[in-house]
């Protein structure tokens, strides 16, 4: 099978992150899947190019197999806007999101990024996007994580004057009502597992976002994902 097709064909679903509206894989989940197909893989990061008026562009090239692939990415803040005159955490972040394009090129993961060249939708306040999540947990709390302190405060300063304890008190509870449902979430997989029952697993966690899967399974220990996975597979048996 073409490498290309082979690496095109894994799902990556659940190692799918959100920044805005930019999706991505990280670029260590990308790197690792390489790298069990073909260890002999190599990436260079290359020099950045600063334009004129302080945006960043920075490079990456993959190699896999002895074909070499350049990826080009803007330093983007969390608008998904270019940013002038980034900081060196900023730079450091886009060259990692490169590195992980430049591994799509080769066909990991490819269809992330379909789609990213279209015109970006209109900036909504990330405080408005906070109040359209605020009655969804889980939503809310996966809008949350795709905040950066500078969105975050942003959020905070956009309530109105009077509002603003208020909003804080709602987002507060909010989080605090998902990241229960999430350890109830959790406590329910353990339960199943413990009663072999792989059907109360399944049932639950096929309704899960990707989202929602990834925090979920993050708060399983190793050896509680070894056993969700060996119970899950006697599905088919």
């Not at 002895?66 to 450091?92: C, E, M, W, Y």
Request: charged share 30%.
């Amino acid at each position: 099978m073409h490498k290309y097709t082979e690496l095109a064909q894994i799902d990556c679903s659940e190692f799918i992150e959100k920044k805005g509206n930019l999706s991505y894989i990280s670029w260590a989940s990308a790197w690792h899947i390489l790298c069990e197909k073909y260890p002999d893989a190599t990436y260079e990061h290359h020099d950045w190019v600063e334009r004129p008026n302080g945006e960043i562009m920075v490079f990456c090239t993959v190699t896999v197999g002895g074909k070499s692939l350049k990826a080009h990415l803007p330093v983007l803040d969390h608008r998904n806007t270019p940013v002038k005159n980034p900081t060196v955490f900023q730079i450091n972040t886009s060259m990692q999101r490169c590195f992980a394009k430049a591994i799509s090129m080769h066909g990991l993961g490819l269809y992330v990024y379909r789609g990213e060249d279209l015109p970006p939708e209109e900036h909504v306040p990330p405080y408005k996007a906070a109040i359209d999540v605020m009655d969804l947990p889980m939503k809310f709390h996966e809008f949350v994580k795709n905040l950066d302190d500078e969105a975050r405060d942003e959020a905070f300063n956009g309530a109105p004057a009077g509002e603003k304890t208020k909003f804080k008190q709602q987002w507060r509870t909010t989080l605090a009502d998902a990241e229960s449902q999430f350890d109830e979430y959790v406590n329910f997989i353990r339960e199943g597992v413990e009663e072999e029952d792989a059907n109360k697993v399944y049932d639950l966690v096929s309704d899960f976002t990707a989202y929602e899967k990834g925090v979920v399974w993050d708060r399983l220990t190793d050896s509680q994902q070894m056993n969700v996975r060996k119970l899950l597979e006697t599905i088919d048996e």
